[in-house]
């Protein structure tokens, strides 16, 4: 306002000024002209210079105070002066409209100098330090899937990042950021949030209620026997231990009894193993898992998960059921809100083997910027099991026996067992997978995955009695999963010990058969087979133990060495084989393996082993220990590497 009223005064006394001579006249007009001007600009430098120091010294955050707050959710800046005087008038509208136009500058010069702000960040003044965070969250975010890409492998970059950075990253991350850090090797666990609290449990109500609520709450028609018999045992099971533990049947034997025995010491961990069996299998049902999530699934299944920390049984079937719940696309943003990312970043960091692997698998299916396969209940990646930069050229599937493993059986080779429950049972021993260990190693551009069936040598034993599976219906069941999973869209090798390789010879016939299916059959290079009992197994021929004497399981009739269509299955396969030119090496033992405590058996003979093409190398190991190398320098391993490597030679490029 002086400013203006000093320009005023000028021009009155300008206007009436006497006459003068006009050369005076002429340079006196000069000089007015140059005072005016030049307070002109001097008074408007001065007027700028005061607002721009004003705007930031008001858009300047407290050092002190982001210390104070750094922990906090949201620092919250205040934009508008306090000073009431200033909040009207004139001069409040010249400055309300200069801030506007200096934030333009401001924003335009941060898109210049530092590159694409978020329009929330580009109002705040920060120190160059933190510039790096912000830039990063920003590029995380792009609709560009390469720049996300980068921005989360510039975030794993070493970095003098404090504790409240990471917080701040873990809070600003998308749901896609947070999934790519937690598939990212080496990555901070400080970059993930803690879960969030659990809401309490209802009044009068355990742990074993809601979750048999949450199984009964389910809909209970239209499911294979299977799920009917797992469901129906878990909640008869459940009320047997609700009414024990009241003070019912469990007190005065009676119906209870039974169950007594059955529990043992522990009753109620044995309801929860029956209920989550039930879970996994209600959860391969894609409207099942909705009904899972609408009823508070993943927040009981992770107080289950958090709960149970010492039992790795326990944790893998709650794992099973968020895996294929991670199938579902729809259900990727609850699963993250729920705070499963955070646990399933530590699990695949985990040393055992088994816990990675269900953690990897999960991650997997949640991660859709660099994974298009989906990874059913099963089948497991043994790698890659993070994200990487090394070009996957080729697979190689690993496909297990009678009464085998996805991990146990390819361990490497330990003491002699007895082929016993005990065996079956005791997988929290092995930690050393020679495909993920050694394999991976010598072969990084291999994807190696491993799938997992249920098999038993009697029906006495079976997981589900209420179902028969025939090779025929697992090979069809293997091969949709395997598909789904990408197998078939680069060059195969398949890899199988025992019943594995019946399974192989009948997915490959089958996929023959099927023109939907015919990359499977184009894609596969070779089969590896270890003492695979192409023309029957005396194991069908003896009974496994006293148990076993009755109700021999269906996969031990169909080895059988007289069964029509185990002969049919081997005809069929070696003209397939021969007209494909498919390369085939063959292992076989020459030890006999003991069975039970008192029978030593020959369970694959060498005749039985002969495919009919393909080299046959006998090895002095039993039939567990065919496909178990010692080390990693012993004839089973190396030639097998060998193979691999020849039959690929081509597709890696070695």
């Not at 399974?503 to 184009?522: C, G, I, T, W």
């Not at 023309?535 to 004497?549: C, I, K, P, Q, T």
Request: charged share 25%.
């Amino acid at each position: 306002m002086s400013l203006a009223a000093y320009c005023v005064i000028c021009c009155r006394r300008l206007g009436t000024s006497t006459h003068l001579p006009k050369s005076n006249t002429y340079w006196k007009g000069i000089r007015n002209i140059i005072k005016f001007t030049g307070s002109l600009i001097v008074g408007g430098s001065l007027f700028l210079t005061y607002e721009v120091l004003a705007l930031k010294k008001s858009l300047t955050l407290d050092t002190q105070v982001v210390e104070r707050e750094k922990m906090k959710s949201y620092i919250y800046v205040q934009t508008v002066s306090l000073d009431k005087r200033e909040n009207h008038g004139i001069t409040y509208q010249a400055r309300k409209e200069l801030h506007k136009a200096v934030r333009k500058v401001l924003t335009a010069s941060a898109k210049i100098l530092r590159g694409p702000f978020a329009d929330t960040f580009s109002t705040v003044d920060v120190e160059d330090h933190e510039c790096a965070v912000w830039l990063l969250l920003r590029k995380s975010m792009s609709e560009d899937r390469a720049a996300r890409l980068q921005a989360v492998r510039e975030m794993l970059e070493p970095r003098h990042w404090r504790d409240y950075q990471y917080r701040t990253l873990a809070q600003a991350c998308d749901l896609r950021t947070l999934i790519g850090l937690a598939r990212s090797k080496g990555s901070d666990l400080r970059f993930f949030l803690p879960p969030p609290p659990l809401p309490s449990l209802k009044e009068d109500s355990s742990l074993e209620e809601e979750l048999r609520h949450l199984l009964a709450s389910l809909p209970q028609t239209e499911l294979d026997e299977c799920i009917q018999y797992f469901t129906s045992l878990a909640l008869s099971e459940s009320s047997q231990s609700l009414a024990a533990q009241k003070g019912g049947l469990w007190c005065f034997g009676g119906n209870g009894l039974p169950y007594a025995e059955s529990f043992g010491e522990v009753p109620s961990a044995a309801v929860e193993m029956f209920c989550l069996e039930a879970l996994v299998k209600h959860s391969e049902i894609p409207t099942h898992c909705d009904k899972i999530e609408a009823n508070g699934g993943l927040q009981l299944l992770q107080r289950l998960y958090q709960l149970h920390k010492n039992c790795p049984k326990v944790q893998r079937s709650i794992m099973r059921v968020i895996g294929n719940m991670a199938l579902n696309e729809h259900l990727h943003s609850t699963i993250v809100r729920s705070g499963w990312v955070s646990l399933l970043a530590e699990a695949v960091k985990s040393d055992d083997i088994m816990e990675a692997s269900h953690a990897a698998r999960t991650l997997a299916n949640l991660d859709r910027d660099t994974v298009q396969e989906k990874y059913q209940d099963g089948v497991f990646v043994l790698h890659p099991q993070y994200r990487t930069s090394q070009p996957i050229k080729a697979d190689v599937l690993f496909i297990h026996g009678l009464m085998g493993a996805a991990f146990k059986t390819w361990r490497q080779q330990d003491s002699d067992q007895a082929l016993t429950d005990k065996v079956v049972e005791d997988e929290t021993r092995y930690m050393t997978c020679w495909p993920k260990t050694w394999l991976a190693r010598d072969c990084p551009a291999l994807r190696i995955i491993s799938v997992e069936y249920d098999t038993s040598l009697s029906d006495w034993r079976a997981r589900c009695p209420t179902e028969r599976k025939s090779i025929a219906y697992r090979s069809n069941e293997l091969l949709r999963k395997l598909r789904a999973a990408g197998v078939g869209d680069r060059p195969v090798i398949w890899v199988s010990h025992s019943m594995g390789g019946l399974l192989v010879k009948k997915m490959l016939l089958e996929a023959f058969q099927r023109p939907d299916l015919s990359p499977v059959v184009n894609n596969t290079r070779g089969i590896i087979f270890y003492s695979v009992p192409h023309h029957g197994s005396r194991l069908a021929e003896y009974s496994v133990n006293a148990r076993y004497l009755l109700f021999p399981s269906l996969e031990v009739k169909e080895l059988s060495k007289d069964s029509p269509a185990l002969k049919k299955l081997q005809d069929d396969f070696l003209k397939f084989a021969k007209d494909k030119n498919l390369q085939v090496l063959n292992f076989v033992e020459t030890l006999p393996t003991s069975i039970g405590s008192m029978i030593k058996l020959h369970v694959v003979p060498v005749e039985s082993a002969d495919l009919g093409i393909g080299e046959l190398i006998p090895v002095d190991v039993n039939h567990l220990n065919i496909c178990k190398p010692k080390t990693k320098d012993a004839f089973l391993y190396q030639r097998t590497l060998q193979f691999i490597c020849d039959t690929l030679a081509k597709d890696l490029g070695n």
